[in-house]
């Protein structure tokens, strides 16, 4: 099959075409024959260094890419809930089923020993690809390809932290930090979806103008006394906050949030070492959750927002297969508002 793949760790011109063997699915495996993938900070950060995720004896070549969506064209024995030409999306995360938290039915994000597409498997950036039937979320016919593949990783991480674990509702005030990212925009999307009142935070100033039109409320880092600006926008504290960010968000989280607040943390864009100020936190019952991905659960619900036109995500350039590296560095360098996608 053709795909996009690398030899070695390394910036984006380690990305090459090749045709590689195409992979059979196993029992209980799906095999997709990909109509669209998308651009993930997680499939640049994987491809330059391995993440912490790949070990000295990581198989090359590798195919990329945490998102996917197609249409089944192979089922591996004992397959049931989909066949050869249903229209599925992949959901990134791959939970083993047999670890104790499989087993105790613990949510598939807490799995011990999980894998993600594109990362310690084969993903999207190939003419086919293998997952368990488990990862093949049905797609159905309204929902074009291009918009599927934005949802399994940044619509995904947004909705599991907003909807399925801080349940965000009409009455809440939110703020998304990081929100000129794929995922923060994501973030103020869903927010908005669920009724809530959404400032969003960000850097760049262009982005910023463009936040503006999905937000109630969208505050640059840069502007003198930022947390207040947010809370008048917000007309409050925020009952909930929305972390892509890390050390900016940590060092004035308690100028922005309301007593009783629910965080929920998955990402560290400005960095990964908190200074913050605990005794603030706890003496205003603040509820932190950090996480990785989410739910098999929580994709089902957006492909069904997407099909009712509640969420629309946001793209901002769809590329050919071929590409892959040029439209790789443009998200990596900042260039780009929403999601980029990639045509297989
Ligand atoms: N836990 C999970 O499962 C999960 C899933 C998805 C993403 N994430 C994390 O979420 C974050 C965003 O991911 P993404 O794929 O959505 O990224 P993205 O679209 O590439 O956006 C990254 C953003 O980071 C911002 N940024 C970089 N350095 C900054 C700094 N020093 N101060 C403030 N802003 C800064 C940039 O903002 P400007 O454009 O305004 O400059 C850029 O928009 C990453 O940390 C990623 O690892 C985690
Ligand atoms: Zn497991």
């Known amino acids: 099959m053709r795909a996009m793949v690398f030899r070695a760790f390394g910036g984006p011109e380690v990305l090459e075409p090749a045709d590689v063997p195409t992979p059979e699915?196993?029992?209980?495996?799906?095999?997709?024959?990909?109509?669209?993938?998308?651009?993930?900070?997680l499939d640049i950060e994987f491809r330059q260094t391995g993440f912490g995720?790949?070990?000295?004896?990581?198989?090359?070549?590798?195919?990329?890419?945490?998102?996917?969506?197609?249409?089944?064209?192979?089922?591996?024995?004992?397959?049931?809930?989909?066949?050869?030409?249903?229209?599925?999306?992949?959901?990134?995360?791959?939970?083993?089923?047999?670890?104790?938290?499989?087993?105790?039915?613990?949510?598939?994000?807490?799995?011990?020993?999980?894998?993600?597409?594109?990362?310690?498997?084969?993903?999207?950036?190939?003419e086919y690809v293998v997952v368990p039937e488990r990862?093949?979320?049905?797609?159905?016919?309204?929902?074009?390809?291009?918009q599927a593949a934005c949802l399994p990783v940044s619509y995904v991480t947004a909705w599991h932290g907003l909807v399925n674990r801080c349940d965000v509702s009409p009455g809440d005030r939110v703020v998304v930090m990081g929100a000129t990212?794929?995922?923060?925009?994501?973030?103020?999307?869903?927010?908005?979806?669920?009724?809530?009142?959404?400032?969003?935070?960000?850097?760049?100033?262009?982005?910023?103008?463009?936040?503006?039109?999905?937000?109630?409320?969208?505050?640059?880092?840069?502007?003198?006394?930022?947390?207040a600006r947010v809370r008048d926008l917000l007309?409050?504290?925020?009952?909930?906050?929305?972390?892509?960010?890390?050390?900016?968000?940590w060092e004035r989280i308690h100028e922005l949030v309301d007593r009783g607040a629910r965080v929920a943390v998955c990402g560290r864009s400005s960095g990964a070492e908190l200074q913050t100020n605990l005794l603030w936190l706890y003496r205003n019952v603040t509820s932190v959750f950090f996480y990785l991905s989410g739910q098999r659960r929580d994709?089902?619900?957006?492909?069904?927002s997407v099909e009712r036109r509640v969420v629309v995500p946001v793209i901002d350039r769809v590329v050919p297969l071929e590409e892959l590296a040029a439209a790789q560095r443009a998200v990596a360098e900042g260039e780009t508002f929403g999601k980029v996608v990639v045509r297989v």
Request: hydrophobic letters at 45%; one cysteine or more.
């Open 53 to 126: 995720f790949a070990g000295p004896d990581f198989p090359f070549p590798h195919v990329g890419g945490a998102d996917a969506a197609g249409i089944v064209d192979a089922v591996g024995a004992g397959v049931t809930s989909v066949r050869p030409g249903d229209r599925v999306v992949a959901f990134t995360f791959v939970a083993c089923g047999r670890c104790a938290h499989c087993l105790a039915r613990r949510p598939e994000n807490t799995c011990l020993d999980y894998q993600l597409l594109g990362v310690h498997r084969w993903g999207g950036y190939a």
């Open 181 to 227: 990212s794929a995922t923060g925009l994501a973030a103020v999307q869903v927010a908005r979806a669920r009724g809530a009142r959404v400032v969003g935070v960000g850097r760049n100033p262009q982005k910023l103008e463009r936040l503006a039109e999905y937000a109630d409320g969208a505050v640059g880092l840069g502007e003198e006394g930022w947390p």
């Open 299 to 304: 994709l089902e619900a957006l492909v069904a």
């Open 25 to 41: 699915p196993g029992p209980g495996e799906v095999r997709v024959r990909v109509q669209a993938a998308s651009v993930n900070r």
């Open 135 to 146: 990862n093949a979320v049905p797609l159905p016919e309204p929902v074009p390809f291009e």
């Open 235 to 249: 007309g409050g504290r925020a009952t909930v906050l929305f972390d892509t960010l890390g050390t900016v968000t």
